[in-house]
């Protein structure tokens, strides 16, 4: 195989691919990407972990077409450490592969490309195209409440799933216990039946990096119980499914909160934020005392000695005090975009519902602390 490919091409693909790949690896070749030049000039890179695949195209000039695996990470830190504007020349023969740029020349061992391993995807029944900002919404609303207790791993993903009921949806959820993330979106033409699914966390944060960079405007969806597929102009990512039951969710999200709190979002997160920076790691609580249109936040810490601020904001039930974590609450406050958010409050104890307005897409719930 020999081929040429301009360097920042060759860089950004490799981004994509290498982040895939673990760092420790007790199978050789999964530390590797597979190289595929055919004679049209399109180059393959291929990565994976086992659980998730990516393949990516981009453009070269492809002199004698084959294939070949090589380190990843390796050929990642060569192709970062390039000068900008160069042109790198990969020429695999006889279990190496040279890669020249410029002035510098590299020598590296290979393994063959019949070991290299591929996800089989089965059959994919499920097939549907959502627009990119949609998708974007949908991970960055919900991501954050993923959780990584690795014992409860069907809660290490973001659950996918329709309702066919009156007004069709697509909702997806993420929980880890202690929040919940809900973002519900009309339900795309062809996904009616599919399968309830848990996108696992590495195959999340993989997309992510996609839809920032891959330019698509649509995505294709390919979908089983098992296996998902997300197809974009010049990239493919295949991951297999969380194998698990997510939980009813629907049980937690309360209806009968009766207290109402409308607040300016931007400055109660800095309230929040600038009262935590006494909280300790032990006690990330921070207590919102609610009076009539007036909220006062307070952190008290054994350590550190005690923090407090009024926040202005819309509030005319009885008063009381509740207590949140300040990470997950700034979690939740970090995503909603509006200049006024929701908190629908029953009591100290009780789980709090948060969202920008009863049209918004997102939904969130989360759930309190003694302080």
Known sequence: MK????????????????????RRNTIPILSNVLIEASENGAIRLTA?????????????????????????????????????????????????????????????????????????????????????????????????????????????????????????????????????ARVTLPRPAGAEGMPDVIVPRKCVAELRKLLDESGSNAIQIDLSASKIRFTFDSAVLTSKLIDGT???????????????????????????????TIATEKTRAVKMALDKDKITLSVTSPENGTAAEEVPGSYSDDSFEIGFNARYLLDILNEIEGDTVELHLADASAPTLIRENDKSPALYVLMPMRV
């Open 246 to 276: 997510f939980p009813d969710y629907s049980r937690v999200i309360p209806t009968g909160n009766d207290k109402l709190l409308k607040i300016d979002p931007k400055s109660f997160s800095e309230g929040v934020d600038r009262v935590a």
């Open 3 to 22: 081929a040429t490919i301009e360097r920042a091409t060759l860089l950004k693909s490799l981004g994509h691919v290498q982040s895939v790949v673990e």
């Open 48 to 180: 994976t972990d086992l659980d998730l695949q990516i393949v990516e195209t981009i453009a070269g000039d492809v002199e004698i077409p084959g294939a070949t695996t090589v380190s990843a990470h390796t050929l990642f830190e060569i192709a970062r450490k390039m000068p900008d504007g160069s042109q790198v020349q990969l020429n695999a023969a006889d279990g190496r592969m040279a890669v020249n740029a410029g002035r510098a020349r590299f020598s590296l061992s290979t393994l063959p490309r019949d070991d290299f391993p591929m996800i089989a995807e089965g059959e994919l029944p499920t097939s549907f195209e959502l627009p990119a900002p949609s998708l974007i919404q949908i991970i960055d609303k919900t991501r954050f409440a993923i959780s990584t207790e690795e014992t409860r791993y069907y809660l290490n993903g973001i659950f996918l799933h329709v309702t066919d009921d009156g007004d069709p949806m697509l909702k997806a959820a993420a929980t880890d216990g202690h929040r919940l």
